[in-house]
Structure formats: structure tokens, C-alpha cells
């Protein structure tokens, strides 16, 4: 009966919203004359939450480089300007992309009424997607990619984080056999149970989850997701080690405008306000106004939130909280390490060869992105030494010469390579995984007390 009536109630909240998008349609300017350096994209909208989250994500997934932000959605209305580049920071004039951009997010588009379930989350049965969490260490994506060569799976796509001692995959296999979904329940099976021993491990501290679907879900949001709900944003009584380099975060309350302000200060990198955007919609917060602006190499972000049953922070309980969550966010996706990028014909147990000879040279990587397009492999690894010391010159041209030195090319900064060799008693015998505010057309000042 219950389900019945979340039925029905879900069939008339569609209709509201259709009936509100007709009357209230949503607009998109698209202006490249009035920003010397930027394309400026206003949108428009019935306000709604999560929309917000919506919006940025249709704008990180093109790649774009948003540079400045302004943000105000008081009311049953929002109206979001971003000041955006494409990644060599030059405006975007093409139009096909111009097209894309007033379809995916204009009236024509859909985002609108998509909140109520997973953003980014579609169908498809080209491929299985897997989802693991586990606790990181040595070896542990060339144990898993082991798995599934030897159960006849092909990698076409995967992501791999690690923060705080945890690791989070989301990985796009498909059948050797069919190259399309795996269809076989006993193999389906089969991998999950193995690949559940990979990564539990011998850590019975900590949960290890292996999550088997078909279909295609938005990568970085779903990783956000697993990490936060592993708790990936608490560290352990006096961890203060990397104090230094953490973002700037801080959270106080505008008792005037009931209202708390959130401030972000922290280095600029892709993605940025993606994640941060993302984690206070999963933490079920409404930002109601914000202002994003970018320095040279330092990111400020900041606003003014309330939680979505209409409360400002409530407790100093509350304010960590958001403040670990929020460093987390921006922490996951920090590439350290030396940046490899592999490009060579597709074939099953590719990646399984490539972490393994990683693996047997001590190197450490500490995020990869593993793609395939038109039967070709197109991978990125950032490395680190396990022992902590910068990568070897020697080690990477002994792993480039097992590889292929055309096949797998450095494309990190000079810092991240030692011309010595350097002896350590803690070196793995395994490498591991992956361990102002002025606009164009407005400013934002405000004073809190």
C-alpha cells in the first residue's frame, strides 16, 4: 500500500514539475563580447534542489574551466553566471558546443525534473560496472586487474581514488566472450566474491564493498558518493602531518540572514567547484548564494548555505563535520606523483601487465584514469616511489623500456624526478594503489558578523 502511494506521489510531483517548467521555462544566455577572457553562460530557473549541482556538472563534463562564479537561488527562483574557458583558456566559440550547451541546459533540456534521482546516473548494457571500496595498499589494483583477467574481463573504463587510507574504484568491464555486458550470473558472482577477499585483505577493521550493475553511471559524482559514505573524511586523533597543505576551509554563522558561511581558500585545479558543489548536495545542503573566483593558482569559494530542512549549522559537531567533508572533497581528487600516460592497442589483461610491472619497480600510484576509444587504450597513472622519495629517472626509463617508450610517455613536472637513487628500510617490496572576486559584469561584497 506503501508503495503504492510513493508511486502516485512520485507520478504527481513529475507532473508539478512539468507544469512548472512549461509556465517557468528555464533561460540561457550565452555571451563571449563582454568578458575579455571568458565565455559567460547566465541560466535561469525554477529553483530546485540540487539543480545547481546539475548545472556544473553538465559544464565540468565538457571540460570547461570555470574561472568565476556567482551564485543566488532565495526563493522558487535561481539565476547562476559562470565565467568559463576551455582548458588551453581560450573563450568557447565552436558551435556545436554552443548548441550543446543551450540544449543540455535550456528549455529543451531535462535536468530539471532528473533530481529526484542519482544526477548523471543513465542506462545502458554495453558494459558491468563495478564499484569497490576497500582499505588501500601495496598492490592492490594490480590484484584486482589480476581477477578479472583471469576471469576473461576487459577494462574499458575505469577511475581509482584514494584518500586517507581508503581506495574507491568504479570500473567498466565488459565479457572477453561478447564484449558487451556480462550476462552469466555465476560469473557475476564469481567476481564479486573474489573481489571482495582482494580488497577486505587482511584488514578486518574496515568494510570492504564490491558493487556489481549494469549500465553507465557519472564516474566522479559516484565516487564522491562511496568515499563519503565510507567515512573517508575522518582521520585519526593527531593526524596533523599534512596540516600545511590542506584547503583553507571555515564555517561561521550569519545570525542576521540565518544563514552559514562557508569559505574555501585552497590551490586551483579542473573540477574544483564540481566537488565541492557535489558534497553539499549529498550532505543535503541548499546553497543560496555564492561567489567563485579564481587568482592565479589560488581557488576562493564562498556560501551561504542552510541545510535542506532550512537551518543554518546547528552545533560545533555539525561545523567539523562540514569542514572535514569539504577538505576531504578537494583532497580525493589531488594528483601527486609523476603523471604517465599509456596509449596502445586495447586488449584483455593490458592494465593487469601495466600495474604489475609497477608493481615489481616500487612504484606507487596514487590515481589513475583508464579509458578506450575505437579499440585504442588510453590510460593515466600518477606515480610516486613507495618509499616516499621522488620517482627515480632510472626506474621510470627501465619501466618505459619494459612497456614501450612510445607506448608509455612521462608528462610530469622535472620536481617529481630524483636523477639518484635513493635507499629507504621502508621500501615496498610491492608498489602500491594510488596511496577579488571581481567578474566581467558583477562583484560580490559582503560583511558578516
Not at 564493498?209 to 553511471?217: A, N
Not at 548564494?289 to 579564481?294: A, E, L, Y
Request: proline share 3%.
Amino acid at each position: 500500500m506503501e508503495a503504492t502511494m510513493s508511486y502516485s506521489q512520485n507520478i504527481m510531483d513529475d507532473e508539478y514539475e512539468k507544469f512548472i517548467r512549461r509556465m517557468n521555462p528555464p533561460r540561457v544566455v550565452i555571451d563571449n563580447e563582454s568578458c575579455k577572457n571568458a565565455t559567460v553562460i547566465q541560466v535561469d530557473s525554477a529553483n530546485k534542489h540540487g539543480i545547481l549541482l546539475e548545472v556544473v556538472q553538465i559544464l565540468t563534463d565538457l571540460n570547461f574551466i570555470i574561472t568565476k562564479a556567482y551564485i543566488s537561488s532565495d526563493g522558487g527562483w535561481f539565476m547562476d553566471v559562470f565565467n568559463v574557458t576551455n582548458q588551453d583558456g581560450n573563450k568557447i566559440t565552436e558551435e556545436p558546443i554552443l548548441e550543446y550547451i543551450m540544449k543540455s541546459l535550456g528549455p529543451d533540456s531535462c535536468f530539471a525534473s532528473s533530481m529526484r534521482r542519482s544526477v548523471g546516473v543513465t542506462t545502458g548494457m554495453d558494459h558491468t560496472s563495478i564499484e569497490l571500496i576497500g582499505s588501500d595498499r601495496p598492490g592492490l589494483l594490480s590484484e584486482v586487474s589480476a581477477v578479472l583477467t583471469n576471469l576473461r574481463c576487459n577494462v574499458v573504463n575505469a577511475e581509482v581514488w584514494t584518500h586517507n587510507t581508503r581506495a574507491a574504484a568504479i570500473m567498466q568491464v565488459t565479457d572477453d566472450e561478447t564484449g558487451g555486458a556480462i550476462a552469466d550470473s555465476e560469473k557475476l558472482s564469481m567476481i564479486k566474491k573474489l573481489l571482495c577477499n582482494v580488497l577486505r585483505g587482511s584488514n578486518k577493521s574496515r568494510d570492504a564493498k564490491t558493487l556489481l550493475s549494469h549500465g553507465v553511471t557519472h564516474t566522479d559524482r559516484r565516487l564522491h558518493q562511496l568515499m563519503f559514505a565510507d567515512r573517508d573524511y575522518e582521520r585519526a586523533a593527531g593526524d596533523g602531518s599534512d596540516d600545511k597543505e590542506r584547503p583553507n576551509v571555515n564555517v561561521v554563522n550569519w545570525q542576521d540572514k540565518d544563514y552559514s558561511v562557508v569559505t574555501i581558500r585552497c590551490k586551483d585545479r579542473p573540477k574544483l567547484l564540481f566537488d565541492t558543489i557535489c558534497t553539499l548536495t549529498d550532505m543535503q545542503y541548499v546553497v543560496f548564494h555564492g561567489n567563485v573566483d579564481t587568482e592565479g593558482l589560488e581557488a576562493y569559494q564562498e556560501y551561504c548555505i542552510r541545510h535542506i530542512d532550512g537551518s543554518p549549522v546547528k552545533s560545533d559537531a555539525e561545523r567539523q563535520r562540514v569542514i572535514q567533508c569539504l577538505e576531504a572533497a578537494i583532497e580525493r581528487r589531488v594528483s601527486e606523483g609523476l603523471k604517465l600516460e599509456l596509449c596502445t592497442t586495447d586488449r584483455v589483461g593490458l592494465l593487469s601487465n601495466v600495474t604489475r610491472i609497477f608493481r615489481e619497480n616500487s612504484l606507487t600510484v596514487t590515481r589513475a584514469e583508464v579509458s578506450t576509444r575505437a579499440g585504442k587504450a588510453l590510460n593515466t597513472f600518477y606515480v610516486r616511489d613507495s618509499s616516499g622519495y621522488p620517482v627515480d629517472t632510472k626506474i621510470i626509463e627501465s619501466v618505459r623500456q619494459t612497456i614501450g617508450q612510445t607506448i608509455l610517455r612521462v608528462k610530469g613536472s622535472p620536481e617529481e624526478l630524483n636523477p639518484v637513487q635513493q635507499e629507504s628500510p621502508t621500501r615496498f617490496l610491492f608498489g602500491g594503489l594510488f596511496k577579488s572576486r571581481s567578474f566581467c559584469n558583477f562583484g560580490s561584497v559582503r560583511s558578516y558578523s
